[in-house]
């Protein structure tokens, strides 16, 4: 069961369903990261001591979602299993409480289902198989390789917007320009007033996929984390196969914009760990175990030296 429970009051206010619920696309291959990920889902290589989805499950929690499907894929049981009671381990730790607790967190951030997704065609595909855990009711989807620091979120304001506009809410971050071809980028026009209380809210009117600096729209690019009404799935059954053959999920909220659904985005500023690849993945270990009350300065000064000192053991000159 959720930690936090949804707030009711954006529904008495609008008529609408605030989403309760969340999808988290998991069932890649992760080649970027093989060897390691023949046998250990990316979504569970730790960051310090916590796998990936689980930094991911509390950040849905924190913003009042207690209901969590993972897409999953061959292979992948473990990722359910980290949520799963372990009453052998709990006896072992029952002298240990401060990872007694640590263990059962887990056990108590959400309820975990789970859909198999037979073959990976596309990100569109994949959020397509939630819809008979979903139904018609908006949801929120988490791509499995990006978080949020939980001082800074960015879900509850997400889920606030689309209760208000019952549209298509997505989440942008700014990037350099010369790397919008790394991103979806966005092309946006000012949001309506009534909305910016929310926080800085724009109104989407277009995508454009990984275009070059020459071609982009804006700075703004797409970061992995949706919140979708119901009827995105009658929209994904209409999409046909886009870019590398797969079913986009952009392709089918674009459909819907074109259709008439708002789209807005909330620009985010706080900080974005992605573990996608190797390189960011390695960011981010660094940074949340820099920033740990328990190892932080500790670490640091190991950093400090350690970068202050040639590969031969010597100093850096």
Same mark, same amino acid.
């Given at each position: 069961?959720?930690?936090?429970?949804?707030?009711?009051?954006?529904?008495?206010?609008?008529?609408?369903?605030?989403?309760?619920?969340?999808?988290? &696309?998991?069932? =890649?291959?992760?080649?970027?990261?093989?060897?390691?990920?023949?046998? @250990?889902?990316?979504?569970?290589?730790? @960051?310090?001591?916590?796998?990936?989805?689980?930094?991911?499950?509390?950040?849905?929690?924190?913003?009042?979602?207690?209901?969590?499907?993972?897409?999953?894929?061959?292979?992948?049981?473990?990722?359910?299993?980290?949520?799963?009671?372990?009453?052998?381990?709990?006896?072992?730790?029952?002298?240990?409480?401060?990872?007694?607790?640590?263990?059962?967190?887990?056990?108590?951030?959400?309820?975990?289902?789970?859909?198999?997704?037979?073959?990976?065609?596309?990100?569109?595909?994949?959020?397509?198989?939630?819809?008979?855990?979903?139904?018609?009711?908006?949801?929120?989807?988490?791509?499995?390789?990006?978080?949020?620091?939980?001082?800074?979120?960015?879900?509850?304001?997400?889920?606030?917007?689309?209760?208000?506009?019952?549209?298509?809410?997505?989440?942008?971050?700014?990037?350099? &320009?010369?790397?919008?071809?790394?991103?979806?980028?966005?092309?946006?026009?000012?949001?309506?007033?009534?909305?910016?209380?929310?926080?800085?809210?724009?109104?989407?009117?277009?995508?454009?996929?990984?275009?070059?600096?020459?071609?982009?729209?804006?700075?703004?690019?797409?970061?992995?984390?949706?919140?979708?009404?119901?009827?995105?799935?009658?929209?994904?059954?209409?999409?046909?196969?886009?870019?590398?053959?797969?079913?986009?999920?952009?392709?089918?909220?674009?459909?819907?914009?074109?259709? =008439?659904?708002?789209?807005?985005?909330?620009?985010?500023? =706080?900080?974005?760990?992605?573990?996608?690849?190797?390189? =960011?993945?390695?960011?981010?270990? @660094?940074?949340?175990?820099?920033?740990?009350?328990?190892?932080?300065?500790?670490?640091?000064?190991?950093?400090?030296?350690?970068?202050?000192?040639?590969?031969?053991?010597?100093?850096?000159?």
């Amino acid at each position: 069961m959720s930690e936090h429970s949804a707030n009711p009051s954006t529904a008495a206010a609008t008529g609408r369903p605030r989403a309760v619920k969340a999808v988290i &696309p998991a069932a =890649g291959l992760a080649t970027r990261f093989l060897p390691a990920t023949k046998a @250990v889902p990316k979504e569970l290589l730790p @960051v310090v001591d916590r796998p990936v989805l689980q930094y991911i499950v509390e950040e849905a929690a924190q913003a009042g979602i207690g209901d969590v499907l993972l897409i999953t894929g061959r292979g992948k049981t473990s990722m359910v299993d980290h949520f799963d009671r372990r009453p052998d381990l709990e006896e072992r730790l029952a002298q240990k409480p401060d990872l007694l607790a640590a263990v059962k967190r887990t056990e108590e951030l959400a309820a975990i289902y789970t859909c198999r997704q037979p073959e990976q065609l596309g990100l569109g595909h994949a959020v397509g198989y939630a819809e008979s855990h979903v139904g018609d009711q908006p949801f929120a989807v988490l791509l499995g390789d990006e978080f949020v620091k939980p001082s800074e979120p960015l879900l509850p304001a997400m889920l606030e917007l689309q209760a208000r506009t019952g549209g298509v809410v997505l989440a942008f971050f700014e990037v350099d &320009p010369a790397e919008t071809k790394r991103y979806g980028i966005a092309s946006v026009e000012p949001a309506e007033s009534e909305l910016t209380d929310i926080g800085e809210v724009v109104k989407v009117t277009g995508m454009v996929e990984k275009p070059t600096p020459e071609e982009a729209p804006s700075n703004l690019a797409v970061l992995g984390r949706y919140v979708l009404p119901g009827k995105i799935f009658d929209a994904i059954r209409r999409t046909p196969p886009g870019s590398g053959g797969e079913i986009q999920l952009t392709d089918a909220m674009e459909l819907l914009r074109t259709e =008439g659904t708002p789209v807005h985005a909330i620009v985010y500023r =706080g900080t974005r760990y992605d573990t996608g690849m190797p390189l =960011g993945y390695l960011q981010t270990v @660094v940074q949340i175990a820099a920033e740990r009350e328990d190892l932080g300065t500790e670490f640091r000064k190991w950093l400090t030296d350690f970068v202050n000192t040639d590969a031969s053991g010597g100093p850096n000159t």
